[in-house]
């Protein structure tokens, strides 16, 4: 999988290089090349949250070869459309959307399936060789696409391009046999993707890393975005062009190699990266030549490998397995997806004011967020815990035992868990509350009040709302050994014996119930709340 990420990674720099320069030579606008850039991402605004939705719902190999074959085809018809002398800006933008539609689909599965190809704890180790591959091919794609453009015209940069794609389609068909089962997630698109959103929305460190790398992708874009025409007007060629981004890839080479050293001198590597991502990118504007214009493109490469390798590993880290796919599609649609946005905005400002004024300008902008990256609050890769799920991992496999039945598909459900709490423990009881609220609403539900019985103030009401009985059986397993810590706590305000717990299930006026195929069918709901440290049920006696 690793030599396949390098073979079809060249591929797509070779495609880069001459999708940029066809359009340059068609068009000669900087907007346009502006919109042929963003359009390999600009797919992942639209389409990102919906893919990674896919890869946590069905087999991510299968998902890698349908996007695989899109992006295959999208290749072979811009190769072919530019021999035959039929391609125009308009189709030439259209085929790069659909490119794009095809790497928003693979991204989220290919990078999904990192934790079934390596342990735990080598994640980390694991995507810096991935950022070492891809940036092996940046060393190797740009200045392999600039020459094949020079000497024999962009459709061939289209065509090799096309068969990079075939060959990491055999590689994945190879590989995916050998990869274990894995748990899906059991619930409509829709439903998953609003999980997904959910998830971010409340966990307050995962959502501060995606504005983080939003405001980086606006500012950042300017490097590439505006090269074709600052190479240019430093004198410059295709093969110039295709050399310069080649620096920038050795430049992230560079960093691959030395992240470790650099990480143990104690340096935070997001501000660090970003602050002189922003710093090369000001000389680079600012560079009267080729030559030092190479040695800034190097020094990008760098702190760009320093900063994105980092927040990856970062939202790899951060994420449980079962939302893992739809919270890395959220991390390529912060970064990648707003890139385009970037990408835009620095082919407008260029076609006005140059494009040396618009790599300071927007570079000072990058130094200016790295000084502002503390108050982001990431965490360092060594602060990251990845969550235990003990309680989750002894529960026994017929807890699925209502998949399929009328009963798992019935819906919402209403739970509800009530305390009555000292009057001088409610200001604390409130304040676990706050964080079981995060549980709650992290884990699946999509609904979350605390009630207070009017007649008697200290008896208070938890209800939250599940989509259907699978997502409440769901919910059960995402409970992490922090989430399940917060549970008991809270357990603990309880003076009455409880806290005690009821679950509403909607009732079909039309169809009679079995009671006796319904008790069956609930009978491992009960043995989660006995295992994993949720408020025990209430029995018919303490309900009467």
């Known amino acids: 999988m690793w030599s396949a990420t390098i073979f079809s990674a060249t591929g797509t720099f070779v495609q880069s290089v001459a999708g940029s320069w066809l359009m340059l030579e068609l068009t000669g606008s900087n907007t346009w090349v502006g919109l042929m850039v963003s359009s390999s991402t600009l797919p992942l605004l639209f389409f990102s949250l919906t893919a990674g939705a896919l890869a946590d719902m069905f087999d991510r190999a299968k998902i890698m070869v349908l996007a695989q074959s899109i992006m295959a085809l999208s290749a072979l018809s811009m190769a072919l459309l530019t021999h035959f002398g039929k391609m125009t800006p308009v189709l030439l933008l259209l085929l790069g959307l659909m490119l794009g539609l095809g790497g928003a689909l693979n991204q989220p599965s290919s990078q999904a399936l990192l934790p079934?190809?390596?342990?735990?704890?080598?994640?980390?180790?694991?995507?810096?060789?991935?950022?070492?591959?891809?940036?092996?091919?940046?060393?190797?794609?740009?200045?392999?696409?600039?020459?094949?453009?020079?000497?024999?015209?962009?459709?061939?940069?289209?065509?090799?391009?096309?068969?990079?794609?075939?060959?990491?389609?055999?590689?994945?068909?190879?590989?995916?046999p050998t990869l274990g089962a894995r748990e899906r997630e059991e619930s409509s698109v829709f439903n998953a993707v609003t999980m997904g959103v959910r998830y971010a929305r409340y966990t307050e460190r995962f959502r501060n890393l995606l504005a983080l790398a939003a405001l980086f992708a606006v500012t950042s874009a300017v490097v590439q975005a505006a090269l074709p025409g600052h190479t240019t007007e430093l004198g410059g060629s295709a093969g110039t062009y295709g050399f310069l981004l080649g620096a920038m890839g050795l430049g992230a080479l560079i960093g691959v190699v030395f992240r470790q050293r650099i990480t143990q001198t104690g340096?935070?590597?997001?501000?660090?990266?970003?602050?002189?991502?922003?710093?090369?990118?000001?000389?680079?504007?600012?560079?009267?030549?080729?030559?030092?214009?190479?040695?800034?493109?190097?020094?990008?490469?760098?702190?760009?490998?320093?900063?994105?390798?980092?927040?990856n590993t970062t939202a790899q880290l951060m994420s449980p397995d079962w939302i893992k796919g739809r919270a890395l599609s959220l991390y390529n649609l912060a970064?990648?997806?707003?890139?385009?946005?970037?990408?835009?905005?620095?082919?407008?400002?260029?076609d006005q004011f140059g494009t040396r004024a618009t790599i300071v300008g927007f570079s000072i902008g990058s130094v200016l967020l790295g000084l502002a990256t503390p108050r982001f609050r990431i965490p360092r890769l060594?602060?990251?815990?990845?969550?235990?799920?003990?309680?989750?991992?002894?529960?026994?496999?017929?807890?699925?035992?209502?998949?399929?039945?009328?009963?798992?598909?019935?819906?919402?459900?209403?739970?509800?868990?009530t305390w009555i709490v000292d009057e001088e423990d409610i200001p604390e009881f409130l304040k676990v509350m706050q964080q079981l609220r995060l549980v709650r609403l992290t884990t699946g539900a999509y609904r979350w009040r605390l009630m207070r019985n009017v007649s008697e103030p200290t008896r208070i009401t938890e209800l939250f709302v599940n989509h259907s009985w699978d997502d409440h059986l769901a919910q059960h397993r995402r409970i992490d050994d922090a989430s399940a810590a917060v549970i008991r706590k809270a357990r603990e305000f309880d003076r009455a014996g409880g806290p005690i717990t009821r679950h509403l299930i909607s009732v079909d006026l039309v169809e009679a119930l079995d009671d006796l195929d319904y008790m069956a069918k609930v009978a491992s709901h009960e043995e989660m709340h006995a295992v994993d440290g949720s408020i025990p049920l209430m029995s018919v006696e303490e309900e009467s």
């Open 267 to 311: 340096i935070h590597l997001v501000p660090f990266g970003i602050l002189l991502f922003g710093v090369s990118g000001i000389l680079l504007g600012l560079a009267p030549n080729l030559v030092l214009a190479g040695l800034c493109m190097l020094a990008c490469g760098v702190f760009w490998l320093l900063s994105l390798a980092t927040m």
């Open 116 to 176: 079934e190809l390596v342990p735990r704890g080598m994640i980390a180790s694991a995507v810096a060789l991935q950022s070492a591959a891809f940036n092996s091919a940046r060393a190797i794609g740009p200045a392999l696409g600039g020459a094949i453009v020079a000497a024999y015209g962009a459709e061939w940069g289209f065509g090799i391009n096309s068969v990079t794609y075939l060959a990491m389609i055999a590689v994945v068909l190879f590989v995916a």
């Open 335 to 350: 970064f990648a997806g707003i890139t385009p946005i970037g990408s835009i905005l620095t082919g407008i400002v260029a």
């Open 382 to 417: 060594e602060e990251i815990e990845e969550p235990a799920f003990t309680y989750a991992d002894s529960l026994n496999p017929h807890i699925d035992d209502t998949a399929g039945s009328d009963l798992s598909e019935e819906g919402p459900v209403i739970v509800l868990n």
